[in-house]
Each structure stands twice: as structure tokens, then as C-alpha cells.
């Protein structure tokens, strides 16, 4: 799964990114900050209760496949409808961007 960028409004619904098909609402957002050489790279998708562990195991596969390193992959609870709220002007909600309960280190490459 190719992470997106951390453009949320681009992000299109608040459904779950982690599994196509899926139509749950997210409540969780796993982001992705890495270096590749001195660039940050920067990636993040939502997720449902049932999809968050996939999302989280993809993603840190997906930075050890394209040589990321020094970087933290992060899981959040979410609003799950703050997304549209931002969307149309409101208030986005008490966890804008999200409450992050877990962080894991990104494996350095051999």
C-alpha cells in the first residue's frame, strides 16, 4: 500500500484508507514521519478498529522497503467526523488532529 501525503482535506472521505473496499468510518490515523537522506518524508492514512494493525504493519514495511530511517510511525484516535467539519468551515473537533497513543521507532536498514 503506497502511503499518501499529509494533505488531509485531499484525503476524500473519513472512511478507512487501510483495506480497499473497506467502508468503515476511521478512528484511527497512522502517520509516518522518516528521513531519506536530509529530506523529511511525511505520510499518513486512516484507519478503521479493525484495519489499524494492517495500516501500521504496511506502513513500516513500506519505509524499510524504500530505505526510510530515523522516523517514528504514530497511531492516533481521531475524530471520525472532524475531516468534514474542517471541510465546511466548523470547528474540527476535540481530537484534531488526533490523541497519539502509540509510537514506534522505524527499524534502522542493514
Same mark, same amino acid.
Given at each position: 500500500?503506497?502511503?499518501?501525503?499529509?494533505?488531509?482535506?485531499? #484525503?476524500?472521505?473519513? $472512511?478507512?484508507? @487501510?483495506? =480497499?473496499?473497506?467502508t468503515?468510518?476511521?478512528?484511527?490515523?497512522?502517520? %509516518?514521519? /522518516?528521513?531519506?537522506? #536530509?529530506?523529511?518524508? $511525511?505520510?499518513? @492514512?486512516? =484507519?478503521?478498529?479493525?484495519?489499524?494493525?494492517?495500516?501500521?504493519?504496511? %506502513?513500516? /514495511?513500506?519505509?524499510?522497503?524504500n530505505?526510510?530511517?530515523?522516523g517514528?510511525v504514530?497511531?492516533?484516535?481521531?475524530?471520525?467526523?472532524?475531516?468534514?467539519? %474542517?471541510?465546511?468551515?466548523?470547528?474540527?473537533?476535540?481530537?484534531?488532529?488526533?490523541?497519539?497513543?502509540?509510537?514506534?521507532?522505524?527499524?534502522?536498514?542493514?
Open positions: 500500500m503506497p502511503p499518501v501525503s499529509f494533505d488531509a482535506l485531499s #484525503a476524500g472521505s473519513g $472512511g478507512c484508507h @487501510a483495506v =480497499a473496499g473497506c468503515a468510518h476511521s478512528c484511527f490515523q497512522v502517520q %509516518l514521519e /522518516a528521513f531519506i537522506d #536530509a529530506r523529511l518524508v $511525511g505520510h499518513w @492514512a486512516n =484507519a478503521c478498529a479493525a484495519h489499524i494493525g494492517e495500516l501500521v504493519r504496511d %506502513l513500516r /514495511a513500506w519505509a524499510r522497503d530505505g526510510l530511517a530515523d517514528t504514530t497511531a492516533l484516535a481521531i475524530d471520525p467526523a472532524a475531516e468534514f467539519r %474542517l471541510a465546511t468551515g466548523d470547528s474540527p473537533g476535540p481530537l484534531w488532529p488526533g490523541f497519539a497513543f502509540s509510537a514506534l521507532p522505524l527499524e534502522a536498514r542493514m
